[in-house]
């Protein structure tokens, strides 16, 4: 069975600030997709970046960045230049490549605190 | 707004009862995904519908069933309820592998 660790509960980063955070996954696909999803206070669950593990280029979006690192099966995403609409609960997610669209499964979250 | 659509946003009811949660997916997404998102459980995949069609069950529980309509709208029903299914329930869809767009959820009170 496939599992997601987020090792840090919580972070904070001041303003205008780079902050990383931590992802590790557990597999024996060699094919599978992995996302970065942020929860802000809303609740929505909003898409923030998506890695397709046969890609060796690490995916980017904006200010967003990841670090996969596919031997290792760390995906790490990068904030740079944070802002306060950072501030959320940040989920890592896995998906096999199944051909049929498969389910996610979730890390615990980091919860992310961007302070003026 | 992710165009995926859930109703209603709030649901306040008693141990016992049973509930529908009802989800619209994007426009051409053939498949529908429901989540359950609980403070101690986090957010675990309950089941898949793709077209009409059961395609994967996560850890749904016997109480609760799900369907998909031929307009693709999904409802998921949840019965016998019980103070710990308390939770946030999500609904998301997609038209291709890879990716899942998540509505704005049903956040459930069971009192």
């Known amino acids: 069975a496939q599992t997601v660790t987020q090792s840090q509960p919580e972070m904070s980063v001041q303003e205008a600030e780079t902050v990383t955070l931590s992802c590790t996954y557990d597999?024996?696909?060699?094919?599978?997709?992995l996302f970065w999803y942020k929860q802000p206070p809303s609740r929505q669950m909003i898409l923030v970046i998506r890695q397709e593990a046969y890609k060796q280029q690490n995916a980017t979006e904006n200010r967003f960045s990841v670090n996969f690192q596919k031997a290792a099966k760390s995906f790490s995403l990068k904030i740079s230049d944070s802002q306060l609409g950072d501030t959320a609960m940040y989920f890592c997610?896995?998906?096999?490549?199944?051909?049929?669209?498969?389910?996610?499964?979730f890390g615990k979250g980091t919860k992310l605190s961007v302070k003026p | 707004d992710s165009g995926v659509t859930q109703t209603p946003k709030h649901l306040i009811t008693a141990t016992g009862q049973r509930v529908t949660l009802r989800c619209s997916p994007r426009s051409g997404d053939l498949s529908v995904y429901w989540y359950q998102q609980s403070l101690d459980q986090g957010l675990q995949f309950l089941i898949q519908y793709y077209n009409g069609e059961e395609r994967a069950k996560g850890n749904i529980l016997e109480r609760f069933s799900a369907q998909q309509f031929p307009d693709l709208h999904s409802e998921l029903n949840l019965s016998s309820l019980e103070l710990g299914d308390s939770a946030l329930y999500f609904c998301a869809s997609s038209r291709r592998e890879g990716e899942q767009f998540f509505g704005p959820g049903t956040r459930l009170t069971v009192l």
């Open positions: 597999t024996s696909e060699n094919n599978y997709y």
């Open positions: 997610a896995f998906m096999k490549h199944r051909g049929s669209q498969g389910n996610l499964i």
